[in-house]
């Protein structure tokens, strides 16, 4: 082994410092004792079983999880499309155009993209009385619309990588379009397709601001209930949720990357 | 691969000629096809026949459209016009799972998710062959390939000769009417390559299957082929059998691109019945040819010679026809024979080889910057009219 370089070893202390101190100093005050937030009082686990007996978290934790769940898997279904129309239909009218608004959402500003998903909205429901009013519905569409675009740039890069000799390959082997999808172009792109939902979800998630605008009664998503608790002043079960949440998210990072790996081998 | 193999191939280029048998229909019939992408003409007006268990390359550089003419086959192209029949049946309406042809590609094109036993069966699964069968035919074909005992392995797990060989096997499990080739030999070393070039006549005449291969090697086509079709420029330029196709070439073009070759440009001087003369400007040289070539007095002509047809050395050859003089500008020594260039008074460089027949000669040898006679037999040249 070659002996590393101070200085690297030093800026990857910083880094480390820089990106997780804000994370333990969350985990280590999420088993606090004290109700004041940053004055350490002694251990204890009374904020978890507060959490567990607070309906509000709960079921705003329980709406986010089926929110991401469905949008996640719509955007996996219509960015892949996307994907495919972008790399495998050759050229046609309008295809730049649609390149450009397939992936427009990306850099959209999130207040624009909430303002006019909420226009819309209320446009079709005078028009045509659907959707019904805002709630898990309009969330759900509203977050796919923007998932999608996630979706549809990863996937579009894996197709571009993948060689097309493989699809003519089945083709010529007697394998009929559709069949070659499922037996070849599917599997070749699976890894692509986990990356983009598992994003997809993340982004559901984790999102405020267009579920502020879209959201209506009785479907508050859990970054909205935390953010509208904080605003009253930060208290220490918010700190259990987080914890909570962030031992999900690295475990499932930990599974994905695992799980991930053969794939990539192959 | 044992020698005795090898042999089989002689027995095989040498005996059945069904192209130069009338009575012979033809199995592939390609008639005026064309293919453009846009302004570009990819392929232009080509006609070919291809007869059966021929196994048949197509040569060219890169661009002359000889992969879009075998993607045309396989179906991957729909052409902009023409006609191609396979075994008697137009197959302009017929998609690429449904043609009786199978294409091995250049890069291999190996389902990476699926073993080698699942690639190769791929085609029977497709068909709806009763397993059994399939499972017998798939171990039958790794036989064939010398691939027994990899029937799990993932082709990443593959060296890149094994890889060709599961390609192939995945290619012929179908037993199609017409094998498509491109590129097959592309990406092995050189000495994988010569070694898997026999293989490949081999299991094309133990299967009895018709070839078409694409290649950009010149050495590959005169090593494989029944016969050879050279492209330029979307158009093919020449057919025939590798020995013609280097020794009777139709064109400047064809002659410099099969081995290499001098080109003298002259002028015709005298025209007989069983004569012409020529006066090149540029070998400073007066050719006789020893056969009548339809020609006017004056036309611009050219005359090839292979460097191995020259006999190189430092007397003036007696006679006033066919030899040019130069000094010797530059000696490769290659062992079984030395290549020599020599600049001429007109400035043009020619390529000639001497044999090294005799260990003792060094002296003999012409060195450099000998002033050396550079002559040839009056039939050992080409006359070329375009």
């Known amino acids: 082994m070659k002996k590393k370089p101070w200085f690297l070893s030093i800026a990857a202390v910083l880094g480390f410092t820089f990106l997780y101190a804000p994370i333990v100093s969350l985990i280590v005050f999420s088993f606090n004792e004290s109700k004041l937030v940053t004055v350490w009082s002694g251990f204890s686990t009374k904020w978890y079983g507060k959490l567990l007996e607070d309906p509000q978290i709960l079921g705003a934790a329980w709406i986010s999880l089926k929110i991401a769940f469905v949008s996640a898997s719509l955007a996996l279904v219509f960015g892949t499309l996307a994907a495919l129309v972008l790399t495998r239909f050759g050229r046609f009218f309008g295809k730049n155009l649609l390149g450009g608004m397939v992936t427009a959402p990306l850099v959209m500003p999130e207040v624009i993209t909430g303002l006019s998903l909420l226009l819309l909205f209320v446009a079709m429901e005078s028009a045509f009385g659907w959707p019904a009013g805002r709630g898990l519905l309009t969330i759900i569409i509203a977050h796919t619309t923007f998932c999608m675009a996630y979706v549809a740039i990863v996937v579009q890069s894996r197709l571009v990588d993948m060689d097309e000799s493989l699809e003519e390959a089945a083709l010529d082997l007697g394998a009929k379009p559709a069949r070659v999808f499922f037996d070849v172009t599917l599997p070749v792109i699976a890894p692509a397709l986990i990356s983009g939902w598992l994003l997809s979800f993340t982004l559901s998630l984790d999102d405020l601001v267009i579920a502020s605008f879209v959201s209506g009664p009785g479907a508050s998503t859990l970054p909205m209930v935390i953010f509208s608790k904080v605003r009253l002043g930060v208290s220490p079960d918010i700190n259990a949720l987080a914890t909570i949440i962030i031992v999900i998210v690295a475990l499932g990072v930990a599974i994905a990357s695992t799980q991930m790996k053969p794939a990539r081998d192959s | ?386």
């Open chain 2, 1 to 386: 691969m044992g020698v005795d193999r090898i042999e089989t191939k002689q027995t095989i280029a040498t005996g059945a000629k069904p192209w130069v048998d009338q009575a012979e229909a033809p199995f592939i019939r390609i008639s005026n096809l064309t293919k453009n992408f846009g302004d570009f003409i990819a392929v232009d007006n080509v006609s070919l026949d291809i007869y059966r268990q021929e196994l048949f390359c197509l040569l060219g550089g890169s661009g002359c459209g000889k992969s879009t003419l075998l993607r045309m086959l396989a179906g991957f192209e729909t052409p902009s016009s023409g006609r191609i029949e396979i075994d008697g049946q137009d197959m302009a309406s017929i998609p690429a799972y449904e043609r009786p042809t199978n294409m091995m590609f250049q890069s291999y094109a190996l389902f990476p998710h699926m073993s080698v036993e699942k690639n190769v069966a791929y085609g029977l699964v497709r068909d709806g062959v009763a397993k059994a069968e399939i499972a017998e035919r798939v171990a039958e074909m790794l036989t064939l390939v010398q691939l027994d005992g990899f029937a799990k392995r993932k082709p990443g797990q593959l060296s890149g000769g094994q890889r060709q060989r599961v390609a192939l096997a995945r290619s012929l499990i179908k037993r199609p009417k017409l094998l498509l080739l491109d590129e097959p030999l592309g990406a092995l070393d050189k000495k994988l390559r010569e070694e898997t070039q026999f293989e490949l006549v081999n299991i094309q005449e133990s299967l009895g299957v018709t070839f078409i291969v694409v290649t950009h090697d010149q050495e590959e086509a005169m090593t494989l082929s029944s016969r050879i079709g050279v492209m330029d420029r979307g158009e093919i330029v020449q057919v025939g059998e590798p020995h013609a196709i280097y020794e009777y070439p139709q064109s400047r073009f064809v002659a410099d691109f099969i081995g290499s070759v001098n080109i003298f440009e002259g002028r015709v001087t005298e025209d007989a019945e069983n004569f012409v003369r020529l006066h090149s400007q540029e070998g400073g040289c007066d050719i006789h040819v020893a056969h009548g070539v339809s020609c006017t007095e004056n036309q611009k002509m050219w005359l090839a010679v292979r460097p191995e047809k020259f006999s190189l050395s430092k007397e003036q050859p007696a006679g006033k026809y066919n030899f040019v003089t130069g000094t010797v500008d530059e000696i490769a020594y290659l062992g079984n024979l030395s290549v020599y260039r020599i600049l001429l008074a007109s400035g043009k460089n020619v390529r000639a080889t001497r044999s090294n027949r005799d260990r003792h000669d060094a002296e003999a040898a012409p060195g450099w910057g000998d002033t050396v006679y550079l002559a040839w037999d009056d039939t050992a040249g080409v006359v070329l009219t375009q």
